[in-house]
């Protein structure tokens, strides 16, 4: 007798916000962004280059850098909670 097959689809549900009416970010001049670190290797060497290259050449204010502890599990809320002031969150891949 076969067993029961569970899929599960990993797809974000449609964003119900239409496209119009999103914030959109017109320069980085002046931003603050995020990055969340999926603790794959060398993804925190990426994002160091990456806030050096958006400080320096396209004024961003400041970059936030947080590290889940594993590629496997969802970011904790407090990551969450320490990036939402941020105009532009990134989250990253590395290996």
Same mark, same amino acid.
Do not use: W
């Given at each position: 007798?076969?067993?029961?097959?569970?899929?599960?689809?990993?797809?974000?549900?449609?964003?119900?916000?239409?496209?119009?009416?999103?914030?959109?970010?017109?320069?980085?001049?002046? @931003?603050? !962004?995020?990055?969340? =670190?999926?603790a794959?290797?060398?993804?925190d +060497?990426?994002?160091?280059?990456? /806030?050096?290259?958006?400080?320096?050449?396209?004024?961003?204010?400041?970059?936030?850098?947080?590290?889940?502890?594993? @590629?496997? !599990?969802?970011?904790? =809320?407090?990551?969450?909670?320490?990036?939402? +002031?941020?105009?532009?969150?990134? /989250?990253?891949?590395?290996?």
């Amino acid at each position: 007798m076969p067993g029961t097959i569970v899929l599960l689809d990993p797809t974000a549900p449609p964003d119900q916000i239409p496209a119009e009416t999103r914030p959109q970010i017109t320069s980085l001049a002046g @931003a603050v !962004v995020g990055f969340i =670190d999926n603790a794959k290797p060398n993804f925190d +060497h990426l994002v160091d280059d990456l /806030a050096k290259l958006l400080t320096s050449r396209y004024g961003v204010k400041q970059v936030i850098k947080r590290r889940k502890r594993s @590629a496997s !599990v969802p970011a904790p =809320d407090a990551i969450f909670d320490d990036l939402e +002031h941020c105009d532009l969150v990134i /989250a990253g891949s590395g290996d």
